[in-house]
């Protein structure tokens, strides 16, 4: 194509044939004609603007280097996956504008006590990195990333725009570092603290926001398990005008609560806090009208709390069970009979929380009154394996033919049947997350006696947007081979002592393409297993392995194999060189950059990391003969 | 370890044992060795009857190999014994079974101290242990999948009227709160003299006061770098100019760690055995050696006479 063609011809006189070769901007001095690039440029730049979706993104950037240049300037959000998968340095030298970032840490049966305490994933060193390259950074998300007091005053320092908070299963801060984001963080609307392990410092923090009018929207801080200064938080409450979203801990009395409520009836999630009287009350003193306080609250659609229910004040909430979307009764120790006169209310209802306490007669409550539910999950009052369990496959069973909507169970039972995990397949199509925890190891079909292959095996052929999915009970190679067979979208898969041989593992990781996360703990899947999945690893975000028969050997040649991973092995004897063991947990994921080193030599036992050049130290030891250096940003790195 | 409390015992051979932690592995070494000495048996103490398991706590390598084999015969039948058949347990190879006691083993580091208390005990009354069991395999780390604050909500329940609440300032009954047993982190706050802000440490992470001073001096020492130094930027630091803060323990460096006890008491770090530390120490202290008081001879060796907070 010739730009000539289109050219006005100003010089006049010249002969050019229009056929032949043109030259690029020939004829004519004055006008110069953006070059392809700067076309395109502008082009992706502009429409770049609109793509928000990281997916969408990524796909663009892959395009050509201009593409991949133009997109990484005007990227304003950002997600990492797996702290460890690249660098911080990395990250600020491709991305210049980024406004919002997430960043996850560690693998999730961390949560379960399967880590070794201090084992990394830090949030110092991306802290140091963002402090330079994104003054500008409004939001940020973490989940399972160590924060220390000192780096939360780091980032209210560093990011004095910092608009929204969300810290989500952290730990190593307390009531200092809250302390000083009230203090510093002028412009937070959103402050967020979920499921994570504050220390209590003995700071009133709440005494540390601003004395004048806050834009705070949401302030949720239901895990602090300290003491608040509660006239403090109401005259908060009274100059947050904005405020939306208030999740309250335990430790404020439910009369404290009908304080709160009557000056912020503008709340549509409410977190209510103990839910119980905890002060000494005058006898005969007048109890405040709680009905009231949940009637002035027209916009209220998710309630949560009940930390510490006293179940005669359950009625309160009456007044706004017709318009919620999300009731969160997972704290609540309450029976079916309890559970009946709110359920039956409650028609909106989208998302429902609750414990097993409720029963399986609770359960077909929800199924006759909640005809949206779209999630589920019921925990157990008793989290232990040979505990007599009130829901069973009976609740199960009547939540699939009453909720046909349903997307997302998570249900933890003591006894299960193959019949009513196949009839929810049947119901509920719409099935996107299916996490059914037999708590029981190697539970069969308690009616049958036979393995829970068939449920699980027509949960994956039925429910074709399937992405999440936790297995339990008894369960042979077979469901592992209808896993592989039938989970083509799946996405993540948690697995616990199950399976037979190697096989189970070999049919995942050849069947299902889309697998980005696996966790497996506690089943026999060795190294020829392992070897089986060197395809498919790079296109993982991780693999755990705990308890499993793979040896440290299998483990370093997976690295050898695969440079582009991080192998980091848990081993039980340090001193132990033979390769032959089986490792206790093995986690690998993908890396851009070294392994790590900033994994903990002080603890008993630290992680090894194998692959790329294989950097290893010994436990207790400083890393002999190899320097420990800060890049530029500040990330730490290894060099000999 | 509740109620137990070594501070109380004013013998004479606790004080030559402080504060070098070598001594307590010699000691707890000749002690572990196929019973107690008649000297200790002759001691007043309080303890479980049948021996003094406080010593057998302490960790080094040659201990975890007795706690993998010696006290967990009834964990590594119980592990082995399960309600269904499971196919591959049973075609299990002869090595997996030291990969079961050894995960019984972990089962006791992750679980801390806690967890260790209870063995012994379960081995000093046999039957009884046994009972409880009844068919139930042994517990395994993070088995069910539920995270530690959702546990032990059966005692969370409270029908109690508001004339039956024990405090009177706006509070929370501590006795309402989920026990947690196994926690997963032990965080406790530590501060400087000199360093404006304090850090946390995980003392989970640690099982022993050698690990711990290493890594208070790995946690300070490029703050007290930086804290001399006000014009360098902390961040170019080469690691290797930063002072080590050693001596922490023995009261021969420039600092000294202490710590409050969960009776407010302020205790030097190291008097007592470390799973005993780690369940009463509430928060550390990194003093000035030259700021310490000289030891009082109170009733309480090693207690500092100094009053007034941390």
Same mark, same amino acid.
């Given at each position: 194509?010739?730009?000539?063609?289109?050219?006005?011809?100003?010089?006049?006189?010249?002969?050019?044939?229009?056929?032949?070769?043109?030259?690029?901007?020939?004829?004519?001095?004055?006008?110069?004609?953006?070059?392809?690039?700067?076309?395109?440029?502008?082009?992706?730049?502009?429409?770049?603007?609109?793509?928000?979706?990281?997916?969408?993104?990524?796909?663009?950037?892959?395009?050509?280097?201009?593409?991949?240049?133009?997109?990484?300037?005007?990227?304003?959000?950002?997600?990492?996956?797996?702290?460890?998968? %690249?660098?911080?340095?990395?990250?600020?030298?491709?991305?210049?504008?980024?406004?919002?970032?997430?960043?996850?840490?560690?693998?999730?049966?961390? @949560?379960?006590?399967?880590?070794?305490?201090?084992?990394?994933?830090?949030?110092?060193?991306?802290?140091?990195?963002?402090?330079?390259?994104?003054?500008?950074?409004?939001?940020?998300?973490?989940?399972?990333?160590?924060?220390?007091?000192?780096?939360?005053?780091?980032?209210?320092?560093?990011?004095?725009?910092?608009?929204?908070?969300?810290?989500?299963?952290?730990?190593?801060?307390?009531?200092?570092?809250?302390?000083?984001?009230?203090?510093?963080?002028?412009?937070?609307?959103?402050?967020?603290?979920?499921?994570?392990?504050?220390?209590?410092?003995?700071?009133?923090?709440?005494?540390?926001?601003?004395?004048?009018?806050?834009?705070?929207?949401?302030?949720?801080?239901?895990?602090?398990?300290? /003491?608040?200064?509660?006239?403090?938080?109401?005259?908060?409450?009274?100059?947050?005008?904005?405020?939306?979203?208030?999740?309250?801990?335990?430790?404020?009395?439910?009369?404290?609560? +009908?304080?709160?409520?009557? #000056?912020?009836?503008?709340?549509?999630?409410?977190?209510?806090?103990?839910?119980?009287?905890?002060?000494?009350?005058?006898?005969?003193?007048?109890?405040?009208? +709680?009905?009231?306080?949940?009637?002035?609250?027209?916009?209220?659609?998710?309630?949560?709390?009940?930390? @510490?229910?006293?179940?005669?004040?359950?009625?309160?909430?009456?007044?706004?069970?017709?318009?919620?979307?999300?009731?969160? &009764?997972?704290?609540?120790?309450?029976?079916?009979?309890?559970?009946?006169?709110?359920?039956?209310?409650?028609?909106?209802?989208?998302?429902?929380?609750?414990?097993?306490?409720?029963?399986?007669?609770?359960?077909?409550?929800?199924?006759?009154?909640?005809?949206?539910?779209?999630?589920?999950?019921?925990?157990?009052?008793?989290?232990?394996?040979?505990?007599?369990?009130?829901?069973?496959?009976?609740?199960?069973?009547?939540?699939?033919?009453?909720?046909?909507?349903?997307?997302?169970?998570?249900?933890?039972?003591?006894?299960?049947?193959?019949?009513?995990?196949?009839?929810?397949?049947?119901?509920?199509?719409?099935?996107?997350?299916?996490?059914?925890?037999?708590?029981?190891?190697?539970?069969?079909?308690?009616?049958?006696?036979?393995?829970?292959?068939?449920?699980?095996?027509?949960?994956?052929?039925?429910?074709?947007?399937?992405?999440?999915?936790?297995?339990?009970?008894?369960?042979?190679?077979?469901?592992?081979?209808?896993?592989?067979?039938?989970?083509?979208?799946?996405?993540?898969?948690?697995?616990?002592?199950?399976?037979?041989?190697?096989?189970?593992?070999?049919?995942?990781?050849?069947?299902?393409?889309?697998?980005?996360?696996?966790?497996? #703990?506690?089943?026999?899947?060795?190294?020829?297993?392992?070897?089986?999945?060197?395809?498919?690893?790079?296109?993982?975000?991780?693999?755990?392995?705990?308890?499993?028969?793979?040896?440290?050997?299998?483990?370093?040649?997976?690295?050898?194999?695969?440079?582009?991973?991080?192998?980091?092995?848990?081993?039980?004897?340090?001193?132990?060189?033979?390769?032959?063991?089986?490792?206790?947990?093995?986690?690998?994921?993908?890396?851009?950059?070294?392994?790590?080193?900033?994994?903990?030599?002080?603890?008993?036992?630290?992680?090894?990391?194998?692959?790329?050049?294989?950097?290893?130290?010994?436990?207790?030891?400083?890393? $002999?003969?190899?320097?420990?250096? #800060?890049?530029?940003?500040?990330?730490?790195?290894?060099?000999? | 370890?509740? =109620? +137990?409390?070594?501070?109380?015992?004013?013998?004479?051979?606790?004080? @030559?044992?402080?504060?070098?932690?070598?001594?307590?592995?010699?000691?707890?070494?000749?002690?572990?060795?196929?019973?107690?000495?008649?000297?200790?048996?002759?001691?007043?103490?309080?303890? /479980?009857?049948?021996?003094?398991?406080?010593?057998?706590?302490?960790?080094?390598?040659?201990?975890?190999?007795?706690?993998?084999?010696?006290?967990?015969?009834?964990?590594?039948?119980?592990?082995?014994?399960?309600?269904?058949?499971?196919?591959?347990?049973?075609?299990?190879? $002869?090595?997996?079974?030291?990969?079961?006691?050894?995960?019984?083993?972990?089962?006791?580091?992750?679980?801390?101290?806690?967890?260790?208390?209870?063995?012994?005990?379960?081995?000093?009354?046999?039957?009884?242990?046994?009972?409880?069991?009844?068919?139930?395999?042994?517990?395994? %780390?993070?088995?069910?999948?539920?995270?530690?604050?959702?546990?032990?909500?059966?005692?969370?329940?409270?029908?109690?009227?508001?004339?039956?609440?024990?405090?009177?300032?706006?509070?929370?009954?501590?006795?309402?709160?989920?026990?947690?047993?196994?926690?997963?982190?032990?965080? %406790?706050?530590?501060?400087?003299?000199?360093?404006?802000?304090?850090?946390? %440490?995980?003392?989970?992470?640690?099982?022993?006061?050698?690990?711990?001073?290493?890594?208070?001096?790995?946690?300070?020492?490029?703050?007290?770098?930086?804290?001399?130094?006000?014009?360098?930027? =902390?961040?170019?630091?080469?690691?290797?100019?930063?002072?080590?803060?050693?001596?922490?323990?023995?009261?021969? =460096?420039?600092?000294?760690?202490?710590?409050?006890?969960?009776?407010?008491?302020?205790?030097?770090?190291?008097?007592?055995?470390?799973?005993?530390?780690?369940?009463?120490?509430?928060?550390? #202290?990194?003093?000035?050696?030259?700021?310490?008081?000289?030891?009082?001879?109170?009733?309480?060796?090693?207690?500092?006479? &100094?009053?007034?907070?941390?």
């Amino acid at each position: 194509m010739s730009e000539d063609e289109e050219l006005p011809d100003l010089v006049g006189g010249s002969t050019r044939s229009s056929n032949s070769t043109a030259v690029s901007g020939g004829g004519d001095q004055n006008y110069v004609s953006p070059s392809p690039d700067q076309v395109l440029e502008n082009v992706i730049e502009n429409v770049l603007y609109f793509l928000t979706s990281r997916h969408d993104r990524n796909a663009a950037s892959l395009v050509c280097k201009s593409w991949y240049h133009a997109e990484a300037l005007t990227r304003s959000e950002l997600f990492i996956g797996n702290c460890y998968s %690249v660098s911080p340095c990395r990250v600020t030298n491709r991305f210049k504008l980024i406004k919002a970032i997430a960043i996850k840490g560690k693998p999730r049966f961390s @949560d379960f006590s399967l880590l070794p305490p201090d084992w990394g994933a830090h949030f110092a060193p991306w802290l140091r990195a963002m402090a330079v390259s994104y003054r500008a950074l409004e939001k940020v998300y973490l989940k399972r990333m160590c924060v220390s007091d000192e780096d939360l005053a780091i980032a209210a320092h560093s990011f004095p725009i910092l608009k929204e908070l969300v810290l989500v299963c952290c730990e190593g801060f307390g009531t200092d570092g809250l302390a000083i984001v009230a203090r510093e963080c002028r412009h937070i609307r959103v402050l967020e603290l979920v499921d994570s392990d504050i220390t209590d410092d003995e700071v009133d923090w709440i005494s540390c926001f601003p004395d004048d009018v806050t834009c705070l929207e949401s302030l949720i801080f239901d895990c602090v398990e300290s /003491p608040i200064n509660f006239e403090a938080l109401e005259r908060l409450v009274a100059r947050s005008p904005s405020l939306k979203k208030l999740r309250l801990n335990s430790y404020i009395s439910i009369r404290q609560l +009908y304080c709160l409520m009557i #000056r912020a009836p503008q709340l549509t999630h409410l977190g209510t806090g103990s839910f119980s009287t905890l002060e000494i009350v005058a006898q005969g003193e007048q109890e405040p009208d +709680y009905i009231s306080a949940f009637a002035a609250c027209k916009s209220l659609i998710c309630l949560s709390g009940f930390k @510490d229910i006293n179940p005669e004040y359950l009625s309160a909430i009456y007044p706004v069970c017709g318009n919620l979307t999300s009731l969160n &009764l997972s704290y609540a120790n309450i029976s079916a009979e309890q559970l009946k006169p709110v359920i039956c209310q409650c028609h909106k209802l989208q998302t429902f929380w609750a414990l097993d306490s409720v029963s399986d007669e609770g359960l077909q409550a929800v199924s006759a009154a909640c005809k949206d539910l779209r999630e589920l999950r019921v925990f157990p009052v008793e989290a232990l394996e040979d505990a007599e369990g009130p829901v069973s496959e009976v609740g199960l069973l009547a939540i699939s033919e009453g909720c046909r909507k349903l997307q997302s169970i998570l249900y933890f039972c003591q006894r299960m049947t193959n019949a009513a995990v196949v009839a929810m397949s049947k119901n509920c199509p719409d099935l996107v997350v299916f996490r059914l925890c037999i708590m029981g190891r190697h539970r069969p079909d308690h009616v049958t006696g036979e393995p829970m292959d068939e449920g699980f095996g027509a949960i994956v052929k039925n429910c074709k947007k399937l992405t999440r999915l936790a297995v339990s009970g008894l369960l042979t190679d077979r469901a592992f081979n209808y896993i592989g067979q039938y989970g083509k979208l799946l996405r993540t898969l948690s697995v616990a002592f199950a399976g037979n041989t190697d096989l189970g593992l070999k049919y995942l990781l050849e069947g299902c393409p889309k697998l980005l996360k696996l966790e497996i #703990r506690d089943s026999p899947f060795g190294d020829s297993a392992l070897f089986a999945g060197l395809h498919h690893y790079y296109n993982m975000r991780f693999m755990w392995l705990s308890s499993c028969k793979v040896t440290r050997h299998g483990c370093e040649e997976v690295a050898r194999q695969l440079p582009g991973l991080v192998v980091e092995v848990i081993a039980l004897n340090e001193e132990d060189k033979e390769t032959n063991e089986y490792v206790d947990t093995m986690y690998l994921y993908r890396s851009l950059d070294r392994p790590r080193a900033d994994a903990p030599r002080m603890m008993v036992r630290p992680p090894l990391i194998v692959g790329k050049a294989l950097y290893k130290y010994k436990a207790g030891l400083p890393l $002999a003969g190899l320097k420990i250096s #800060r890049s530029p940003c500040g990330s730490m790195y290894l060099s000999s | 370890m509740e =109620g +137990y409390s070594r501070k109380d015992v004013g013998c004479p051979q606790l004080l @030559d044992l402080i504060p070098k932690e070598k001594e307590w592995l010699v000691k707890s070494a000749e002690e572990t060795n196929h019973g107690l000495s008649e000297e200790k048996k002759l001691e007043l103490r309080l303890g /479980p009857p049948g021996g003094d398991w406080t010593f057998k706590q302490i960790n080094g390598p040659k201990n975890e190999s007795l706690l993998s084999f010696g006290f967990f015969p009834n964990t590594t039948a119980g592990a082995t014994t399960t309600s269904a058949p499971t196919p591959w347990q049973h075609q299990a190879k $002869a090595s997996f079974f030291p990969l079961m006691e050894k995960k019984s083993c972990r089962t006791v580091e992750l679980q801390g101290a806690e967890k260790k208390a209870f063995s012994p005990a379960n081995k000093a009354v046999p039957n009884s242990s046994n009972a409880q069991k009844r068919t139930a395999p042994a517990p395994v %780390v993070g088995w069910p999948p539920i995270r530690s604050f959702r546990k032990n909500l059966a005692n969370g329940n409270s029908s109690k009227l508001s004339s039956e609440s024990q405090s009177v300032v706006p509070d929370k009954d501590f006795s309402k709160k989920p026990i947690e047993n196994c926690p997963k982190s032990r965080f %406790v706050k530590i501060n400087m003299d000199g360093v404006p802000i304090g850090r946390k %440490v995980d003392l989970k992470a640690f099982n022993s006061y050698e690990k711990l001073s290493s890594a208070v001096d790995e946690l300070f020492r490029g703050l007290l770098a930086a804290q001399s130094d006000s014009s360098t930027n =902390g961040i170019e630091n080469e690691l290797e100019e930063e002072k080590v803060i050693s001596g922490l323990l023995n009261g021969s =460096g420039e600092y000294t760690l202490v710590y409050e006890d969960n009776e407010g008491d302020r205790m030097l770090v190291g008097d007592v055995p470390w799973d005993m530390f780690v369940s009463t120490v509430k928060r550390l #202290r990194v003093l000035k050696s030259s700021e310490l008081p000289m030891l009082s001879c109170g009733s309480k060796p090693g207690k500092l006479s &100094l009053d007034g907070s941390i």
